[in-house]
């Protein structure tokens, strides 16, 4: 287990976040449930503090700390994705329930926790080696909101849409 992970901030939803979490990504699981053993501003007696979960191979720790906390864009979770089928899919249960999708592949879900759901071809379309098809790549990518991977490829060839 890495020797860093992201603890976050929930107000009563720690566990329900982290099992609708571990529940998108291979290699992830609960690993533990820690209960409140006092009346605090985290909850009652028997209510759950923190969940430690793995993502993705990634630990992480959900903490009810008894009132809202805002998240903002400037720490979000990016998940790299192998095809149009996984960001898709991805894309559709992030944002299920209250999500709310932005620009350039961002989305907030119903927690109010910031995503990038990325295709990992699209280093290969804006980072390429023919600039003048990188750019028009990344002009596509500015007027997405979900990637879509067709769209960046035939961009970068300098191909029209379908």
């Known amino acids: ?54 993502l993705a191979g990634q630990g992480f720790m959900a903490l009810n700390g008894g009132m809202k906390k805002e998240y903002t864009h400037a720490v979000s979770f990016k ?17 299920a329930n209250g999500g709310e999708a932005e620009q350039c592949g961002w989305l907030k879900d119903r927690y109010g926790v910031f995503w990038q759901i990325v295709p990992t071809a699209l280093m290969t379309y804006i980072g390429g080696s023919d600039s003048a098809g990188a750019q028009r790549a990344m002009q596509a990518l500015l007027g997405m909101v979900k990637l879509d991977i067709e769209d960046l490829r035939r961009a970068y060839e300098g191909k029209s849409a379908a």
């Open 1 to 54: 287990m890495s020797k860093i992970s992201p603890c976050l901030w929930f107000n009563g939803d720690a566990e329900e976040a982290a099992a609708f979490y571990v529940s998108l990504l291979p290699d992830s699981r609960i690993e533990r449930v820690q209960r409140n053993i006092t009346d605090s501003i985290s909850g009652k007696v028997g209510t759950v503090l923190v969940v430690e979960f793995t």
């Open 79 to 95: 998940i790299d994705c192998a095809d149009q089928a996984e960001v898709d899919r991805l894309w559709d249960a992030l944002l």
